[in-house]
Structure formats: C-alpha cells, structure tokens
C-alpha cells in the first residue's frame, strides 16, 4: 500500500507566516505464505509465514516537529494435526518477533521550517511547533515464543478436550525522550509580542527567538532505558520475561438431543503480571 498526503499546519498570529504543509507518506507491506503437506490419510502438517511493515509520518503535539515510525512484524507457524484411534491431536509451534522504531524525521529536512536549531519551540497557543521531536528516538522489540497442544476424544454422548500451552515473552528497547534536543516553551503574551517588534533578532513578532522562555523547558538525561536488564541486543531496557502456562479440561455432555452440558476447569498463570523480582510494597500488603 502506497499512499501520499499532505499534512496541513494552520498557524495564527504573529507566526501565521509559517502556515503551510509537509509531505506526509504512508506505506505498508504485508505478505503471507503457507505450505501444506499431507504427511499419511490421518496427518496433516503445515508451515505459515508471515510478514507486516508499515512506515508513517507522525508529530506529537501537531506543528513541524515530526518524526518517522515504523513498525516491523515477523511471524513462523508450524502446525500438526493427526488421530490416534478415538483420539484427535493438534500441535503448534510459533515465533513472533515485532520492533517498533520511532526516528526523527526533522532535523536536516528543508522542508520545515526551524529544522536545525537543536530544541523542539512551542509557541503558545498559536500553533507553531518546530525542533526535532520530544519522542525520538525509541525502539521497543518483542519476541513470543508459543507452543500448544489440543486433544479431544469421543466418549459415548461426551466430547472430553484438554489441552497446554506455553508462551514465553522477553520484550525490551528504550525510549530516549529530548534526546535531539530540549523543548521550549513561551507564552506569547501580547506584551511579548509587542516587545518581540523590536528584535533582537531579524523578523521582529513572527520571529520565535524573540520570545523569552517563560513557560519553561525540559532536558533530557540522555538515557532511555526503564531497567537495567539486558535483552534482545540491547544493554539495558528488558522487561520480563513473561512466561504464560495454561492447562484445561473439559467435555461436552449431550443429555439430550436438544440439550448439551458443556463443563470444564482451566488453570492459568503469568508470571510477568508484576514485578516479581523486587521486594512487595508494605503500604500495599
């Protein structure tokens, strides 16, 4: 899928002559391919591949400060399906691998402008927001790793089923907030804006630098990472991993030709629903 647009940026006063646009592109690839294979008359194996990708513009907070975010997903499927006497079996096995990037798409691009000065400027109420943005860079990959097994067996009127499944996850990356640069923040007071007539610099009102930054900034330490765990190539950023165990029995009775029972009991647990490596808070036991 390829599709091109234009993102309007309307800007009011005194910065409305920066009112304009940029090219805003979108594409995505997704592809799919599956093999079948009729092992003997009662199994069958298959192997499924597939592969997603989109790439887009994006801002936070609207404006000229953009960046570029793509995401990535990867995904192999084996499965096996096969009878044993009254006994149906079903087994499959997938990997799953997804990266999300989020890149600056500002700075250097001539077609915005304030594209070099090193901070992200918002500007009041007025719409203008220019600079590298506050969110790049990030990356944030994922793997799943799933195997399961699904059984049945007719029994007179019940169809008994059970069944297990393990899913291990290990999830990571960092998110390096103000890394190209701090954002500033002015009023645009009209007092300031008076004022701003008079420079310093060329360009007088509609000129940004010409505002003090009174509604303050933020820096960045430089850092991105949530945790000191190494994983999925990176030095630091891991988080889990999440390992998900499921076991379940059940049947469907059928007492009637017009009524069927259907009971069971399942057993789950996730180890990464918490914290679990740290200590438990005693305001919250």
Same mark, same amino acid.
């Given at each position: 899928?390829? *599709?091109?647009?234009?993102?309007p940026?309307?800007? !009011?006063?005194?910065?409305?002559? +920066?009112?304009?646009?940029?090219? /805003?592109?979108?594409?995505?690839?997704?592809?799919?391919?599956?093999? /079948?294979?009729?092992?003997?008359?009662? @199994?069958?194996?298959? +192997?499924?591949?597939? =592969?997603?990708?989109?790439?887009?513009?994006?801002?936070?907070?609207?404006?000229?400060?953009?960046? %570029?975010?793509?995401?990535?997903?990867?995904?192999h499927?084996?499965?096996?399906?096969?009878?044993?006497?009254?006994?149906?079996?079903?087994?499959?096995?997938?990997?799953?691998?997804?990266?999300?990037?989020?890149? %600056?798409?500002? #700075?250097?691009?001539?077609?915005?402008?304030?594209?070099?000065?090193?901070?992200?400027?918002?500007?009041?109420?007025? &719409?203008?927001?220019?600079?590298?943005?506050?969110?790049?860079?990030?990356?944030?990959? *994922?793997? %799943?790793?799933?195997?399961?097994?699904?059984?049945?067996?007719?029994?007179? @009127?019940?169809?008994?089923?059970?069944?297990?499944?393990?899913?291990?996850?290990?999830?990571?990356g960092?998110?390096?907030?103000?890394?190209?640069g701090? #954002?500033?923040? !002015?009023?645009?007071?009209?007092?300031?804006?008076?004022?701003?007539?008079?420079?310093?610099?060329?360009?007088?009102?509609?000129?940004?630098?010409? =505002?003090?930054? %009174?509604?303050?900034?933020?820096?960045?330490?430089?850092?991105g990472?949530?945790?000191?765990?190494?994983?999925?190539?990176?030095?630091? &950023?891991?988080?889990?991993?999440?390992?998900r165990?499921?076991?379940?029995?059940?049947?469907?009775?059928?007492?009637?030709?017009?009524?069927?029972?259907?009971?069971?009991?399942?057993?789950?647990? /996730?180890?990464?629903?918490?914290?679990?490596q740290?200590?438990?808070?005693?305001?919250?036991?």
């Amino acid at each position: 899928t390829k *599709q091109d647009t234009q993102t309007p940026v309307p800007i !009011s006063a005194p910065f409305d002559v +920066y009112s304009g646009s940029f090219s /805003d592109p979108f594409r995505e690839d997704n592809l799919l391919g599956r093999l /079948d294979y009729q092992v003997t008359k009662s @199994s069958r194996l298959f +192997y499924r591949f597939s =592969y997603f990708k989109n790439l887009l513009g994006a801002t936070f907070g609207l404006g000229y400060s953009v960046y %570029d975010n793509k995401d990535v997903t990867r995904n192999h499927v084996v499965g096996l399906d096969f009878n044993t006497g009254p006994f149906t079996h079903s087994i499959r096995f997938s990997y799953l691998k997804f990266q999300n990037e989020i890149v %600056d798409a500002t #700075t250097g691009n001539s077609a915005l402008p304030f594209n070099n000065i090193g901070a992200e400027i918002f500007m009041g109420a007025t &719409g203008l927001i220019a600079g590298p943005n506050l969110l790049a860079p990030q990356s944030t990959p *994922q793997s %799943d790793h799933e195997i399961k097994y699904d059984g049945s067996r007719v029994l007179g @009127s019940h169809i008994v089923r059970f069944g297990v499944t393990f899913n291990h996850l290990q999830g990571g990356g960092f998110a390096s907030f103000y890394k190209n640069g701090p #954002t500033i923040t !002015s009023q645009v007071t009209p007092g300031e804006i008076t004022a701003a007539a008079s420079g310093p610099f060329p360009g007088g009102a509609s000129n940004p630098f010409n =505002y003090p930054a %009174d509604g303050g900034y933020v820096l960045g330490n430089g850092l991105g990472y949530s945790t000191t765990k190494a994983a999925l190539g990176f030095p630091a &950023g891991g988080l889990g991993p999440d390992n998900r165990i499921l076991l379940y029995l059940g049947d469907s009775w059928k007492i009637k030709s017009n009524f069927t029972l259907s009971y069971g009991l399942r057993y789950e647990r /996730d180890t990464g629903r918490t914290d679990s490596q740290y200590a438990a808070i005693p305001a919250l036991n």
